[in-house]
């Protein structure tokens, strides 16, 4: 299993960029990167997944550098709402998701 | 609204209590679990059904049982628990083991137990 590190928090105001950064230096050729975010009493909700370079969608960019051991979650213009737990998941999708393990996350306070 | 609907939202028991926690989800998704976050802990996965078929259980007392009578409900029964027990219970389900990787969580079930 790949082993991620994040940061345990984060803090930011309201309208700028935040950039999370996961490192997963023992990643398999076969692993995807999946970030959740998690408000208080919620179940996490899935955000973004990649594989390698670049993927965006309406909610945020994750960038994977060409080593693939680490990606970096980009949540452009943050509000306060966006203040959650944000998790960063590595594993093969074909094998099973309790393989998959969520560590910490990163907790972010978005501050107006 | 994720499509993953868990009752009670709120559960207290004392350690001699019989409950059951329901999941149901709405997607048609044929893969369902039972995860336990405790305060300041990781989630811990308990249990993976895949088919109705139960394929993970990740080492769990047995005062927890769980139920899959098909691919859309799921129960967590729960039997003379501790306090240590107390903790939010999340559902989630999948389309199966692979593909996107996404997984869908319920609101979860907060548990307290006296």
């Known amino acids: 299993l790949a082993k991620t590190t994040q940061p345990i928090s984060m803090d930011s105001y309201e309208g700028q960029e935040v950039n999370i950064t996961c490192s997963h230096n023992n990643i398999a050729t076969n692993d995807y990167i999946t970030w959740y975010q998690q408000f208080p009493s919620q179940g996490p909700r899935f955000i973004i997944q990649?594989?390698?370079t670049k993927v965006t969608n309406e909610v945020a960019s994750l960038f994977i550098p060409a080593d693939r051991k680490s990606s970096t979650l980009s949540l452009p213009r943050v509000s306060l709402s966006d203040t959650a737990v944000y998790y960063c998941?590595?594993?093969?999708?074909?094998?099973?998701?309790?393989?998959?393990?969520f560590g910490t996350g990163t907790r972010l306070l978005v501050s107006p | 609204e994720t499509g993953v609907t868990q009752t009670p939202r709120h559960l207290v028991m004392g350690m001699t209590n019989k409950k059951s926690l329901k999941c149901e989800q709405h997607?048609?998704?044929?893969?369902m679990y039972w995860y336990k976050q405790s305060a300041k802990k990781p989630l811990e996965l308990m249990f993976v059904?895949?088919?109705?078929?139960?394929?993970e259980n990740n080492s769990v007392p047995s005062r927890f049982s769980p139920e899959c009578p098909n691919s859309s409900h799921l129960f967590l029964h729960l039997h003379t628990l501790q306090p240590e027990d107390s903790a939010l219970y999340l559902c989630a389900s999948s389309q199966d083991f692979s593909g996107t990787g996404e997984l869908f969580f319920g609101e979860g079930s907060r548990l307290t137990v006296l």
């Open positions: 997607l048609g998704h044929n893969a």
């Open positions: 990649g594989y390698k």
């Open positions: 998941l590595v594993g093969d999708m074909n094998t099973g998701f309790q393989k998959l393990v």
């Open positions: 059904y895949n088919f109705k078929e139960q394929t």
